[in-house]
């Protein structure tokens, strides 16, 4: 019986032989795209119109996917070209890899690290700080400037921060801002690589809101000139008591960003120290804001702004 068996197997395997031998040496060329996409059939193969539509659910309008066509779309796993929106220049990725969230643009790296990598920053109960909604689509780690800035944001007004620094406590985000996706447009349209955001400048000293309205980008050098320091100092500001007299000095960053200390004069009095830090320090504010204007580093509402600043005494 075993012998029988074992001839029959044999007579299987020598009759499928000539079929396999008779397949490798067809006349008919075999066109290798159209293999892969009839084995894909055996499966489930999403449409060509499924995937663009999945890769726009991803990335909305960031990369054109006109290159993809039916003749060179293959399979999830077999690389497509896209041409980003934003930088222009046509990119290689995998369908699988692109509906991730991972980009195909080296300069839009920084924009779609993955959030399985280091650095992303937890959300609580699916809000940053408990109030803002992180609505990008992208997996957007803490490597993103925008979303960096946004998060810090958030935390001087809601997080730990406040807490160290009482004046913050009572600050705000607008509803707008609470947004990621609105706070990334304004982002966007204002940024320039380096500079901070303030929200006191364009708005007043009092102002507790950060919004469109009330908020700038500012060169750090700027940022600091004008920073307040309400509730942290013992003396009157521009003030220090140098045996039975007053010294007015002028702490500030010069052009390379170093920090000079000015030395303005010796007074009988803090007010009368204060006075003459007040004319200095103003004047000095006018002369860096015209500098940074006429180099076109700073938009028109800035420069006016800042050649109305004014320094009070409780700063």
């Known amino acids: 019986m075993f012998r029988i068996l074992c001839i029959f197997a044999i007579g299987i395997v020598g009759s499928s032989y000539p079929m396999t031998r008779e397949l490798?040496?067809?006349p008919f060329p075999i066109n290798k795209v159209d293999v892969i996409k009839k084995l894909n059939n055996m499966g489930r193969k999403k449409t060509l119109e499924e995937v663009k539509a999945a890769f726009k659910d991803v990335w909305g309008d960031r990369y054109i996917y006109d290159l993809i066509t039916e003749e060179n779309y293959v399979d999830m796993n077999t690389p497509v070209t896209v041409v980003c929106s934003k930088h222009g220049g046509k990119h290689s990725v995998r369908p699988s890899d692109h509906i991730k969230g991972i980009g195909a643009c080296p300069q839009c790296k920084s924009e779609n690290i993955s959030k399985k990598k280091k650095g992303v920053i937890k959300e609580k109960k699916g809000k940053v700080f408990g109030v803002g909604i992180n609505d990008s689509l992208l997996p957007v780690g803490c490597n993103n400037v925008a979303y960096r800035r946004w998060v810090a944001m958030l935390h001087r007004c809601y997080g730990n921060f406040?807490?160290?620094h009482p004046t913050y406590s009572v600050c705000s985000v607008c509803e707008e801002w609470l947004v990621f996706s609105n706070f990334e447009k304004w982002f966007e349209e204002n940024y320039k690589e380096g500079y901070e955001l303030d929200k006191d400048l364009l708005s007043g000293k009092d102002n507790k809101v950060y919004s469109p309205e009330t908020c700038c980008f500012l060169p750090q050098r700027i940022n600091k000139l004008i920073l307040t320091n309400k509730g942290r100092r013992s003396n009157i500001i521009g003030s220090s008591k140098k045996g039975d007299k007053w010294e007015s000095f002028l702490s500030a960053l010069d052009k390379d960003g170093?920090?000079?200390?000015?030395?303005?004069?010796?007074?009988?009095?803090?007010?009368?120290?204060?006075?003459?830090?007040k004319r200095t320090k103003e004047s000095y504010i006018k002369e860096v804001a015209q500098e940074y204007y006429d180099n076109n580093e700073i938009t028109e509402k800035v420069?006016?702004?800042l050649m109305n600043y004014k320094v009070e005494i409780t700063d």
């Open 162 to 164: 406040s807490k160290k």
């Open 24 to 26: 490798s040496t067809s």
């Open 258 to 277: 170093k920090k000079i200390r000015v030395h303005i004069g010796y007074f009988d009095s803090p007010q009368e120290a204060f006075a003459a830090y």
């Open 303 to 305: 420069y006016n702004a």
